[in-house]
């Protein structure tokens, strides 16, 4: 059954995107409901276990700011924040050293070392042209392979050579600063480069695979012509 509870008095814990902080928000409205988890056995039967969701619209108690929340364990009052939309985590796919150099440029971005940040985002890239075995001995050449070897495409290598000189800007530039948006975007293009690199690209190539496979002709014997 369907429940909705409108509260005002419980407090939520949430990290305010306005504020750049960890508030107490309060709590405006909240909607459980039952939503089961599902899953297949060994020996393929389904199971379903009972599960208690709750989703909270809260305000944060400093700026006023609106957050929708979702309890991801039930009923624990363990939330996570769903809007504004928190960072996304980066596909398995990726390397773990590049994983956690872009982790340590988010961190870096959320301190407000901004260029801090963009030398990490170019870390990153060192990492996406060593995953794919560059040989060159700067950054600009490996990039360069990439594109030689399809791994990127123009304008991904357009993207990669302005955070490559973002990157050396920040890092040799003793009285260069970086400006929150730039920042900002260098953090997105960086991500935008690690999800095509290792999950959009290589997803693609197995769709085309199975698309391949299902669209093959059957073979099929001819009748003999009479």
């Known amino acids: 059954m369907l429940t909705c509870?409108?509260?005002?008095?419980?407090?939520v814990v949430l990290e305010c995107k306005n504020c750049e902080a960890i508030v107490d928000a309060k709590e405006i409205a909240q909607h459980t409901y039952d939503d089961p988890l599902r899953w297949t056995e060994d020996?393929?039967?389904e199971a379903e276990y009972p599960f208690d969701a709750r989703v909270v619209l809260a305000s944060c108690p400093k700026c006023n700011h609106p957050m929708l929340a979702y309890d991801n364990e039930g009923t624990t009052g363990e939330f996570v924040r769903v809007y504004p939309p928190m960072n996304r985590n980066l596909h398995p796919s990726v390397p773990k050293h590049i994983r956690e150099a872009f982790t340590e440029a988010r961190i870096c971005f959320r301190a407000k070392a901004f260029i801090a940040a963009a030398i990490m985002c170019r870390k990153?890239?060192?990492?996406?042209?060593?995953?794919?075995?560059?040989?060159?001995?700067n950054l600009a050449g490996e990039l360069k392979e990439?594109?030689?070897?399809?791994?990127?495409?123009?304008?991904?290598?357009?993207?990669?050579?302005?955070?490559?000189?973002?990157?050396?800007?920040?890092?040799h530039g003793v009285e260069f600063t970086?400006?929150?948006?730039?920042?900002?975007?260098?953090?997105?293009?960086?991500?935008?480069?690690?999800?095509?690199?290792f999950t959009y690209r290589d997803r693609f190539d197995e769709f085309k695979k199975r698309r391949a496979k299902r669209t093959s002709p059957p073979n099929e014997k001819k009748d003999d012509q009479k």
């Not at 509870?5 to 407090?11: D, N, P, S």
């Not at 970086?178 to 690199?197: K, S």
């Open 43 to 45: 020996d393929g039967t």
């Open 5 to 11: 509870v409108l509260q005002c008095v419980a407090q």
């Open 178 to 197: 970086v400006l929150r948006e730039d920042a900002e975007d260098t953090l997105q293009f960086t991500e935008a480069l690690i999800e095509y690199v």
């Open 124 to 137: 990153t890239l060192e990492g996406i042209c060593s995953a794919h075995g560059t040989k060159s001995k």
């Open 146 to 171: 990439l594109k030689e070897k399809g791994v990127i495409e123009n304008r991904l290598f357009e993207w990669a050579d302005q955070l490559r000189t973002m990157g050396n800007d920040a890092a």
